[in-house]
């Protein structure tokens, strides 16, 4: 009977999952549109993933020592905030910018709040940022067609917002990622099906991709009608940005309730910007638009306390 009952402090149901095999499901996800991204815009696309993975893993081991924490770049995150920041560059854009993003994403948006599970922000798309407010004529032009080879800024959302002049590519081009843009977002069938083994695999939630490409699949048809809706959904950074940066899991809210408004937000967001704003593009400031509102949201959309009148705020 002395070993019938057995006292020990919380955590008391434990998982098997830990962050080097969450960041290999994603690692995963992310290869069949790298190998895309080879496929359309050569050799150099490869060589800015390498650049920017290799940046963001030295500049990780180079921060704790210096601060004295654990070393943790083989959990992986370094390599996945890498490929992420490479995937959103032009295969133009010079192998340092590459590494001069990585590089502000992992230890400035990253390390400097503590490391991994601390940031408030996505580190890639804070690095994309960093990058657009420094060096914005390397990830605004010089996007290559990979149809022709030739440089072009004639991007799907570009032609349809009226910055650019050109002809818009068939949503099949879109799909398989015959178009210009940045080396990362263009095949979107392969970063959906990326994203859908992410969901299988139980890695990430479907509520936050469904509920961000609902959103601005319900605007594009209200403000722009049916014949454009592929060109909003396929045409930009929105399968990559639902899937893979909107869902990163320290900077996305906690509870089902809260994923939707942040989903709700971010679609809302790109839409406005993508209409009203100067750019055509709008999915990396909306998701980390929502990243600042994050802590916001989920302290007011908390799950009521069993056996508290009131729910969670009656708790104190």
Not at 23 to 44: E, N, Q, R, W
Not at 114 to 140: D, Y
């Amino acid at each position: 009977m002395e070993n019938k009952l057995i006292g020990s402090s919380s955590p008391h149901i434990r998982s098997e999952e830990t962050t080097q095999k969450l960041m290999f499901d994603v690692i995963i996800a992310l290869l069949p549109a790298l190998v895309a991204s080879v496929f359309y815009f050569g050799f150099k696309s490869l060589v800015l993933v390498v650049a920017s993975v290799a940046s963001a893993v030295i500049t990780e081991y180079a921060c704790e020592k210096f601060m004295k924490r654990p070393i943790t770049v083989t959990d992986l995150s370094a390599v996945v905030t890498g490929i992420l920041l490479a995937f959103n560059l032009p295969s133009s854009a010079p192998w340092w910018i590459a590494v001069v993003g990585s590089a502000f994403a992992i230890a400035i948006v990253k390390q400097i709040f503590g490391g991994i599970g601390f940031n408030f922000l996505n580190p890639a798309l804070a690095g994309r940022a960093f990058l657009m407010a420094s060096w914005s004529s390397h990830l605004t032009s010089g996007f290559i067609d990979p149809a022709t080879d030739a440089v072009s800024s004639a991007t799907p959302l570009a032609i349809l917002k009226g910055s650019a002049t050109g002809q818009l590519p068939s949503v099949v081009d879109m799909l398989l990622g015959n178009i210009p843009g940045v080396i990362g977002e263009t095949s979107s069938i392969l970063l959906i099906l990326g994203g859908l083994y992410l969901i299988y695999r139980g890695t990430i939630k479907w509520i936050i991709p469904a509920c961000y490409i609902g959103t601005v699949a319900v605007i594009a048809l209200l403000v722009d009608g049916g014949s454009m809706l592929p060109y909003h959904l396929f045409g930009g950074g929105l399968m990559l940005g639902a899937f893979f940066m909107a869902t990163d899991f320290a900077t996305s809210p906690v509870t089902d309730k809260a994923k939707v408004i942040f989903a709700v937000g971010a679609g809302l967001l790109t839409m406005f910007i993508r209409k009203v704003g100067g750019y055509p593009e709008g999915v990396s400031y909306s998701i980390l638009l929502m990243n600042i509102l994050t802590p916001m949201i989920n302290l007011y959309v908390q799950p009521k306390v069993f056996g508290v009148a009131g729910g969670a705020k009656n708790e104190k």
